[in-house]
């Protein structure tokens, strides 16, 4: 999942069958929507509005990296008070947002399976002195 | 301590950094049609390195450079002689530390070891990439340009020998990817881009990243704490600790390193999880024990290669006091010619008597007999119990002295405050091994969860 290319995209896990996952997205201001699976059919939910994966993924962003900070990037206004998953959900279908194009999901599928295989390689001790560039940081990046 | 040294004046510093800079302003624009700006940078970069030994290979990569007319080897001298301009700064900086500290400094091993030239075409890939991006510059970067350090990564990962590369390639990859088009971006991190590009470019040549483990040391291990490093796709716990050897000489400072690369989802907890199998001291940490080396191999810059079997973990030892009692007689390590930049400076130092003061949402100084020390509270891991706060109420901090951006900062390792009249000690690494904690067990059962379901997937998705 990531903020990235003017989009909220990201690999949600499907919630019936584990060998497959949607590759969903919001772009940021128009809120146009898309959403795919991995060999690239379309999300039988998302027509019109927003299906669940997509709703799964704003909530995940919101756990990541606060509510503020995807509304802000989304340039979503939530009226009133501290925004959350929810009034985000609502504030941006309220708008009747587009479908939107789903050509941006073949590299990020592809990106975050390159990112899965990571775990399978093995730790190593050997000192990694160019990390010293990379401090770890209390508030998530 | 002597603090008041912290904030001298440290000879010709101000100088090597305007010509570090002068360079790396030209990598903003490129080389490809280098303007007259850009070859003033590189002429004021070849005019700093003219009594050394790259006196003669740097001006004429300079004068290429500024002709648009650079290949790699030009490059590279290019990107030698910054480093040792750094390598100066990190020098100066250094004796500055030790004249601070008061530690002894210890001699450097020179034994030599067979050359291992590993990954001889990815590297020269890598090389391609660096200098393809030094042409567009970064503010010529776009999404097709970044992507090609894909492949390059995902050939040298596999390798261990390769890590530091691949590591250091795919950070600097995914930073750049977040802010394609260059065309667009508001802000260029010039210094930081350039120090990125330049180690990068160095590792690509044969031996440059070479950390023989040349030696093995045996003794009592007393661990001080624990330093996290991390971008998106890796992990680095780096354990600082005194070596007392068992043959009788001197205590010798220490690091003990485990690194691995990660899904960018694996965060917090999950991170100590990654990380555990593979080094039982990150365990013996998380108590507050110490532990007993027999033959560990370690390179001559102090850092184990750690291996299980030949440690075993022993009787409790509290860091404070290791550090009130053996850290001021412990020599402290050399650093590899290569890898000498102020970035690199991570000193541990016990720090006491002072007060603690915070300016509302301002950053947190410890005035030490009158001399302010600025105190790097961000740089503690997302897994642990040691607080912004925290750090505040204290009366005595264990931390890394570091430099940067200009002045040098302390980064809590852990820290003594009272409670109920009581001294409790908070460790930044006391989740190392895991924990009982409730809002720590919390975490670490989220992150065993969350890499289960990613290890299920991967099981599914790669292997169709």
Not at chain 1, 25 to 44: D, K, L, M, Q, V
Not at chain 1, 101 to 129: G, N, Q, W
Not at chain 2, 115 to 138: H, I, K
Not at chain 2, 159 to 181: I, K, N, V, W
């Amino acid at each position: 999942m990531e903020l990235a290319d003017g989009r909220l995209q990201g690999v949600v896990s499907s919630g019936s069958d584990i060998g497959r996952v949607y590759v969903s997205s919001i772009a940021a201001e128009s809120y146009a929507f898309a959403c795919s699976t991995n060999n690239n059919r379309p999300c039988g939910g998302a027509r019109g509005t927003f299906c669940n994966h997509i709703r799964a993924l704003v909530g995940e962003a919101v756990l990541q990296y606060g509510a503020e900070r995807v509304a802000r990037y989304l340039k979503a206004e939530t009226p009133g008070g501290e925004p959350d998953a929810e009034a985000l959900v609502s504030v941006m279908t309220g708008t009747r947002p587009e479908q939107g194009d789903a050509s941006a999901a073949a590299p990020v599928f592809s990106r975050f399976l390159r990112h899965l295989a990571y775990l399978e390689l093995e730790p190593t001790t050997a000192p990694l002195p160019e990390m010293q560039w990379f401090p770890a940081t209390r508030t998530a990046a | 301590m002597r603090t008041d040294l912290l904030t001298d004046p440290v000879d010709g510093l101000d100088e090597a950094l305007a010509a570090v800079d002068a360079f790396d302003r030209v990598l903003v624009a490129g080389l490809l049609r280098p303007q007259p700006a850009q070859a003033a940078g590189l002429a004021a970069l070849a005019h700093f390195v003219a009594g050394t030994p790259l006196a003669s290979l740097v001006p004429e990569a300079a004068d290429k450079a500024a002709a648009g007319a650079a290949g790699e080897d030009h490059l590279v001298a290019l990107a030698a002689a910054r480093t040792a301009l750094m390598g100066s700064v990190h020098d100066a900086l250094t004796d500055r530390v030790a004249d601070v500290t008061g530690r002894p400094r210890a001699e450097r091993s020179t034994r030599d070891t067979p050359a291992d030239a590993p990954g001889a075409n990815v590297l020269a890939a890598a090389r391609a990439w660096l200098c393809d991006l030094a042409r567009a510059g970064w503010q010529g970067i776009d999404h097709e340009l970044v992507a090609g350090a894909g492949p390059v990564v995902s050939a040298m990962l596999p390798d261990p020998r390769l890590r530091r590369q691949a590591t250091l390639l795919d950070g600097f990859a995914a930073e750049l990817a977040a802010s394609c088009p260059g065309a667009t971006l508001e802000h260029v991190p010039v210094r930081r881009w350039a120090d990125l590009w330049t180690r990068a470019l160095l590792l690509t040549l044969p031996g440059a990243a070479r950390t023989p483990a040349a030696d093995t040391v045996t003794g009592r291990l007393l661990p001080l704490g624990v330093d996290v490093q991390e971008h998106a796709t890796a992990v680095q716990a780096q354990v600082h600790a005194v070596l007392e050897p068992s043959d009788g000489s001197a205590p010798r400072l220490v690091r003990a390193a485990v690194s691995a690369p990660k899904p960018d989802t694996v965060v917090g907890a999950g991170l100590w999880q990654l990380l555990r199998p593979r080094m039982s001291l990150l365990g013996a940490v998380g108590e507050g024990r110490a532990v007993e080396l027999d033959a560990m191999p370690v390179t001559a810059e102090g850092d184990l290669v750690w291996d299980d079997e030949r440690a075993r973990t022993g009787e409790f030892a509290d860091p404070f006091a290791t550090a009130r009692v053996i850290l001021s007689t412990a020599t402290d390590p050399e650093t590899a010619p290569l890898d000498r930049h102020p970035v690199g400076i991570a000193v541990p130092v016990l720090v006491e008597g002072y007060t603690a003061e915070r300016e509302d949402d301002g950053p947190l100084t410890f005035t030490v007999a009158g001399h302010r020390l600025a105190v790097d509270t961000a740089r503690v891991p997302a897994a642990s119990p040691l607080s912004p706060e925290t750090v505040a109420a204290s009366g005595a901090c264990l931390g890394l002295l570091r430099w940067d951006a200009g002045e040098f900062v302390l980064q809590p390792l852990a820290v003594e405050t009272t409670v109920r009249k009581k001294t409790v000690a908070v460790h930044a690494g006391a989740w190392a091994g895991g924990t009982t904690d409730k809002v720590g067990a919390r975490a670490e059962k989220a992150a065993t969860d969350s890499v289960a379901v990613l290890r299920e997937r991967a099981g599914k998705l790669l292997r169709k």
